[in-house]
């Protein structure tokens, strides 16, 4: 039996969060367009017969400008640290520059074994590949390169049995049937700022936290949920509502379909906008919204 913890890196919006969804086979974590969609460390664990990969999405690396994200950042730098692998993602169909050969050599230097997946190449030109290929040469990047298409699930067996080779000798770390170490209740209140970012625009989607007052299931099998949509300013909120209160009730019934998919129940969801003034830069706030920055114990 092999198993370990593998740290899943790369800039923000490369596909992080999508390939450990697939290569789990669940959903573990959401997914946007827009960069910031992952704000915690979160595990999604892959278990077989004779392995078992623990993934460690992070929140990727950009740059922080409010404290909030600065507390992501040193979530993905701490996640970094007390794992088996690095698993380094490239979006392919962008440009690929110094900036993630830089990023690629300082995590190859920390001295864990290290892969890049090199994903989305369903939407880019094969001849690309070549390209970029050179580029790795030229940069001194020596490590094994996997294309892959997380959304077309190409080359993934392949990308797999890479991470397994990698990991040491040992037991399974979670029972069988775990998928993630995070709460139902958890991934409820992602999946609503899921629907939100992929809804608004700007800043809005980020200056969102989600706070869930009730979340209980009745005895007819049927969910309660209530939550607060706390925002960072007057105006966010009224975009947020919308005329008449349209945009908060699509968003919401969209949330509840894949909420009602995910607890595979009915669910009766109820939410309310909020404001809190710039709470992205108060500490206490960040607590009690749930966001903690990830420390090695
Ligand atoms: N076409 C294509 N899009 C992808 C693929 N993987 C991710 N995406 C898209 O890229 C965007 C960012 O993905 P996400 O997993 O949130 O990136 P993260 O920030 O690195 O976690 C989303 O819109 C995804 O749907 C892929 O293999 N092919
Ligand atoms: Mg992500």
Redesign the pocket.
Known sequence: MRSGYVAVI?K????????INVLVGEKVSI???K?Q??RDRILGVLTEEDYQIVFVDTP?IYKAHNELTAMMMRTTEGSAKDVDVILY?VDGHERIDESDFALMKKYRDLGFPMLVAY??T??MPPEKMQEDSLLFEENGVSCDVYPV???KYRNLKKLEDAIVSLLPEGDKVYEQEIVSDRSEKFMISEIMREKILLKYDKEIPHGVAIVINHFIRQENGVYDINLDIVCEKPNHKAILIGKQGKAIKEVSSFARQDMEKFLDAKVFLTTYVKVKEDWRDKPGLIKEYGYEEYKQE
């Open positions: 790369g923000a919006n490369a596909g992080k969060s999508t390939l997914v946007s367009p960069p969609t992952t990727g993602v994903t989305k369903d939407i298409s997380a959304r």
